[in-house]
């Protein structure tokens, strides 16, 4: 049997702000086990809503 | 072991709450809506049941869902089932079964149904003369029983909406398309419309729901062999509740949900494997889709992505009634982020 202990690391946005990895959004992330999370950085939540209405589209 | 044969129909709501947890297989040949059956599959959980009725293929077609606590989803078209008139050996539990939940159909019945059968064209709406007209619209439309491809078939243009379900839109053929791209993209046919509709060979399904307006409910969607999927049921606002979903490890996620703002229930069979898996527009999301999606999650692929409103988890996991904590929770952090480490969980 083998026993391991795996750290999770959880990335909080600050308030006001937005983890992003410039593909998904999120408040709180749960890094994949191994992940150091460089890849996420905070925006502020105009930001985000700038970046929402600039991806609703019309269905062509 | 006991036998069976002949003609066989289901009762309203047949239902065995066990309780607990059990499924039960019958190797058994059968013949249901035109369709021919290898097997019937019953599983029970927790005052819930489900029947279906198993394809030589491995899939299967479900006559009766109820596991949700609001109604049970009845196929009705696939409440008649025919064994054949050779008698086949079952075991003793199927037979019980059956004749505590069905009853084989007298000579009455099985006369009414072949009249039924071969008055199906002339159903109220159709009249005498009109029966030309309604073939040679369909039999071109369809391609004679030949067509495929479905891209944007019954896709509606804004505000306005010609298919109407039991009026215009009376398909002749069974549909079983390749490719459903934008097939009923702002639509309102409703539930009994796509349920017919077998999209286990379909390839691309890309915004085939999107916007659809249809109703709260969508049926089992066989999405198994789907290659391109972008935005499969975005925008659909009103839709609440989505019984099934086929996948398998190579069937993209991508922007299905977005905008989905109403969902609620939704579950899945098979493995999610692909990136950008996002429910973040689902903040009605219950626990159980929440959990059922989690345990859908690929245990091997690593770098992958799943997003979740955060919304929904506070309250899905919550420790008491209107605490809305349950991201903290030792349930959500123990049970699902400690154990699917090889995802990152995004709540937005």
């Known amino acids: ?60 | 072991m006991a036998t069976i044969k002949g003609k066989w129909r289901w009762d309203i709501g047949a239902e065995d709450t066990a309780g607990y947890f059990k499924t039960v297989e019958e190797q058994v040949s059968f013949v249901s809506n035109g369709e021919e059956y290898v097997g019937l599959i019953k599983t029970t959980f927790g005052g819930g049941l489900e029947i279906g009725y198993m394809l030589n293929d491995g899939s299967s077609h479900i006559f009766i869902r109820d596991f949700l606590g609001g109604a049970p989803h009845i196929t009705e078209s696939l409440r008649i089932i025919d064994f054949g008139e050779t008698e086949q050996e079952v075991s003793e539990e199927f037979y019980n079964y059956l004749i505590a939940n069905a009853h084989e159909l007298t000579i009455a019945e099985k006369l009414t149904k072949i009249a039924e059968n071969e008055q199906k064209v002339y159903d109220a709406g159709i009249e005498e003369g009109k029966k030309s007209e309604y073939d040679t619209f369909w039999d071109a439309f369809q391609r004679n029983g030949g067509r495929r491809y479905y891209d944007r078939a019954f896709a509606e243009d804004g505000s306005n909406h010609g298919w109407v379900y039991g009026t215009s839109y009376r398909p002749k053929y069974p549909m079983k398309p390749k490719s459903a791209n934008l097939m009923y993209g702002f639509s309102r046919l409703p539930y009994a419309a796509i349920d017919p509709v077998d999209f286990s060979d379909c390839i691309n399904v890309s915004d085939c729901f999107t916007y659809y307006m249809g109703g709260k409910d969508l049926p089992w969607l066989d999405f198994r062999k789907v290659t391109t999927a972008l935005r499969v049921f975005a925008y659909s606002s009103g839709l609440e509740q989505i019984w099934g979903i086929q996948v398998s490890e190579t069937t993209p996620l991508s922007g299905w949900f977005t905008g989905c703002s109403g969902l609620k229930e939704v579950r899945f069979n098979g493995t999610i494997a692909q990136n950008n898996v996002d429910f973040s527009s689902c903040t009605k999301l219950s626990k159980a889709s929440i959990m059922d999606i989690v345990n859908h999650l690929s245990y091997t692929t690593t770098g992958l992505k799943i997003t979740f409103s955060k919304t929904a988890v506070d309250k899905a996991f919550e420790t008491s009634e209107g605490a809305n904590n349950g991201s903290d929770s030792s349930s959500w952090n123990d049970d699902y982020v400690g154990v699917y480490n090889n995802w990152n969980i995004v709540l937005a």
């Open chain 1, 1 to 60: 049997m083998i026993k391991e202990t795996i750290t999770r690391i959880k990335l909080t946005a600050t308030e006001g702000m937005i983890l992003t990895d410039g593909e998904s959004y999120g408040r709180v992330v749960y890094l994949a086990s191994g992940d150091e999370g460089e890849k996420w950085y905070e925006i502020t939540e105009e930001e985000y809503n700038k970046t929402l209405e600039d991806n609703n589209h019309e269905i062509i």
